[in-house]
């Protein structure tokens, strides 16, 4: 496999990784505010969603960016790196 087919690998395996606890948490967040106002709920809401994306999106560059940058530099063999990126 090619470093580029590795680093998108890694970067995908993370990115579901994230959505997954991401969507996990949405939903304790969920029954966490069960009982309190619209107002803040909404709030909470939408601050959890945006950071959670945020948080999503900048973890699968980076396990793809860092899966790379450990097989080409550092000359590590082609398999520890994508398993160490969705194991961080």
Do not use: H, Q
């Not at 969603?49 to 530099?73: E, M, Y």
């Amino acid at each position: 496999m090619t470093t580029k087919t590795l680093s998108t690998i890694s970067a995908v395996i993370t990115a579901i990784f994230v959505i997954l606890i991401g969507l996990f948490i949405f939903f304790m967040i969920m029954i966490a505010l069960n009982g309190y106002g619209d107002r803040e709920g909404t709030a909470a809401v939408t601050i959890n969603l945006i950071c959670s994306g945020g948080g999503a999106i900048l973890s699968a560059i980076l396990a793809g960016w860092l899966t790379r940058l450990t097989i080409d530099k550092f000359n590590w063999s082609k398999l520890p790196p994508p398993e160490a990126a969705a194991l961080r």
